[in-house]
């Protein structure tokens, strides 16, 4: 059973343009979230997080936002460039635990 | 620092054989978790090794194993291969057990035919 779920599977985005991926999750119990982004031939390298009690952290291009209401979560990338390409996992953490769930991913081309 | 490293990066086994994978983790870290990724997929929780015992498991049967080493370095073992575990392995390390930002590897991906 999928506890985070990640639609859409591909997005193309103009590069200087806002890229937006999104992440919905099912279980209340996830405490932490995090994306990580993966080419092709390497492992997933970690993006960002943020915690349950936040709804919002920033690092330089990236911006992740947290609904917890909707159980929903947001990445933005601003401004996207050429490599940004890459597929973009998101992932939580259950409480107390110490496993990731992770989502299908998303595949982003940003063309020049 | 040296990162997470895998071998082989690829492998092909027939059915039924047994496989077993190898993981450096990063330097000074204690913890290494081993996920499973399905083509089209996220990566799947198999276990976590720390201080060299098995620290959780997902969904998977007893015919995956594992081991961690003194010096960290750990092993994924499949017994009875089926078509369907044909998948990319991922190593992650970290540095206590619960720390969830992992260091992944690049993965040793198994083909079964």
């Known amino acids: 059973d999928q506890q985070v779920k990640q639609n859409s599977p591909s997005l193309s985005v103009q590069e200087g343009r806002i890229s937006i991926l999104n992440c919905d999750y099912t279980?209340?119990?996830?405490?932490?979230f995090l994306w990580y982004k993966k080419y092709p031939a390497e492992g997933p390298t970690f993006l960002i997080s943020?915690?349950?009690?936040?709804d919002k952290n920033e690092d330089g291009r990236f911006t992740v936002f947290l609904n917890k209401s909707a159980k929903h979560l947001s990445l933005h990338i601003v401004p996207s460039q050429p490599g940004d390409s890459a597929v973009y996992f998101c992932?939580?953490?259950?409480?107390?635990?110490?496993?990731?769930?992770f989502g299908k991913g998303n595949q982003v081309v940003v063309i020049p | 620092e040296t990162g997470v490293t895998q071998s082989p990066t690829h492998l092909i086994k027939t059915r039924g054989q047994q496989v077993t994978l190898r993981c450096s983790s990063q330097?000074?870290?204690?913890?290494v978790s081993w996920y499973q990724q399905a083509l089209g997929q996220g990566p799947q929780f198999i276990f976590q090794?720390?201080?060299?015992?098995?620290?959780g498991r997902g969904n998977f049967p007893p015919r995956f194993s594992g081991l961690q080493f003194p010096n960290y370095s750990s092993e994924l073992n499949v017994n009875a291969l089926e078509l369907d575990d044909s998948a990319l392995y991922l190593c992650?390390?970290?540095?206590?057990?619960?720390?969830?930002?992992?260091?992944f590897g690049s993965g040793t991906q198994l083909s079964v035919l």
């Open positions: 992650a390390s970290s540095r206590t057990g619960t720390n969830e930002k992992l260091f």
């Open positions: 279980n209340s119990m996830f405490d932490y």
């Open positions: 943020i915690s349950s009690i936040k």
């Open positions: 992932a939580a953490r259950l409480y107390g635990n110490n496993r990731l769930a």
């Open positions: 330097s000074g870290h204690n913890t």
């Open positions: 090794y720390y201080r060299e015992e098995e620290n």
